[in-house]
């Protein structure tokens, strides 16, 4: 390991950990309210989506960068701690700790209210959000705490080591803050879909799904919803959904630190009612190997033209249809003609986009001409699946007017 000195290094403050021969941290980092900014994470969930002010640096969070003898040293005192520290904690809290996840808490609460219904009770909540909980963690109380749990002051002491001395500045366009100590705040997102597979709100977001898979595979609004996840190879929402459920119902099941462990749901008495507990059988393969089974039992029980999506290409796997390696607009005609969905001009003519609806080779253009006309390269629908040099060339062909 070689120690760069403050001049070699370009940054000062990252190597002081081994100036001071202690394994002592003192971490920086940049507050630089510019997007992109490889230390820096906006605050709301999409960059630039959020009613945040982007160009206030109250709404972006640090990322420490941390040395790595720090990490290490850091997983060393966690591995001791934790079998210590979790027999204390009440069962009810699902942050810092393995084996548990804001699905659990939601699961618990979700099945909490259903269990209510079935009792004939109404169930009351409050939910209590602490603004920037992270960043405002007070360090004498956590080692005061840590101090009542373990009784061991060594311990503290070094535990008071690692979060003395962190350093900060912010930078907002060209100017720069003095460094400043950060006195709180810890150096530092979850998936909701168990407890959403049974609601029927989540249709709002299955729309925008749609739109990003129509994105991801070129094809048109027309396109059937099923054809849209088999051409971008990515399982259905509510499939992915019911595939979380299934790994959270076996979790709950047969981990002992699951908030639902051993819970008894209440007699069924609303029809209308569909708790975890009762509806969610627990997972038996591999969430992948599940997600696929269910996909493939759709196709075969619910979709008609299963067989003929088949034969073109058109298959419920988690992997992208074949010939994307062709070239994005290649394989978005190659797609559009797979579905047989596409601008043709006897319906542009019908929605008054044009007043022509013939093709250049005399036809009217509809839907299902674009395999048969004589201008363009021909190819069978069973080669649109490999596809084959026929199947390209007919897309290639189109790829521009489709
Ligand atoms: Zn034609």
């Not at 008071?160 to 803050?177: E, I, M």
Request: aromatic content about 8%; charged content about 20%; overall charge positive.
């Amino acid at each position: 390991m070689t120690v760069l000195s403050s001049e070699q290094s370009e940054y000062p403050e990252y190597n002081s950990p081994l100036h001071y021969g202690k394994y002592s941290s003192h971490p920086w980092f940049i507050l630089r309210p510019v997007s992109g900014h490889p230390g820096l994470k906006p605050n709301s969930l999409l960059e630039g989506c959020g009613p945040e002010d982007p160009s206030s640096p109250k709404n972006y969070r640090p990322i420490s960068l941390l040395c790595i003898t720090y990490k290490l040293y850091e997983r060393l005192l966690l591995q001791r701690l934790m079998p210590l520290i979790d027999t204390k904690l009440t069962k009810d809290q699902a942050g810092f700790r393995p084996g548990r996840s804001c699905a659990g808490q939601l699961l618990n609460l979700t099945q909490h209210i259903e269990d209510g219904f079935e009792g004939k009770q109404i169930t009351g909540a409050a939910f209590i959000d602490l603004s920037a909980a992270y960043d405002t963690v007070q360090h004498r109380t956590m080692v005061r705490k840590l101090l009542d749990m373990t009784g061991d002051l060594n311990l503290c002491q070094v535990i008071k080591s690692l979060l003395n001395n962190r350093r900060f500045y912010v930078q907002l366009n060209d100017q720069r803050s003095k460094w400043k100590a950060q006195k709180n705040g810890l150096p530092q997102a979850e998936y909701a879909c168990s407890s959403w597979s049974r609601s029927r709100h989540t249709k709002l977001v299955d729309t925008a799904l749609n739109d990003t898979c129509r994105i991801i595979t070129g094809c048109v609004k027309t396109t059937p919803v099923p054809c849209l996840y088999a051409l971008a190879g990515i399982s259905p929402p509510h499939i992915r959904r019911l595939g979380i459920a299934q790994d959270e119902r076996k979790t709950q099941e047969t981990d002992i630190r699951h908030p639902l462990h051993g819970h008894v749901a209440p007699p069924h008495r609303l029809r209308s009612r569909a708790s975890f507990v009762q509806t969610v059988l627990p997972l038996q393969t591999t969430k992948q190997a599940a997600r696929t089974n269910i996909w493939e039992d759709e196709w075969q029980i619910n979709y008609t033209r299963a067989l003929e999506w088949l034969d073109r290409g058109i298959t419920p796997t988690e992997s992208l249809a074949s010939g994307h390696d062709l070239g994005w607009t290649t394989w978005k005609s190659l797609n559009r003609l797979r579905v047989e969905q596409w601008r043709c001009k006897a319906l542009m003519k019908v929605w008054s986009y044009t007043t022509e609806d013939t093709c250049s080779c005399g036809s009217v253009q509809a839907m299902s001409h674009l395999l048969e006309c004589a201008d363009a390269p021909r190819c069978s629908p069973e080669d649109l699946a490999e596809p084959t040099p026929s199947a390209v060339a007919c897309a290639r062909y189109w790829q521009n007017d489709i």
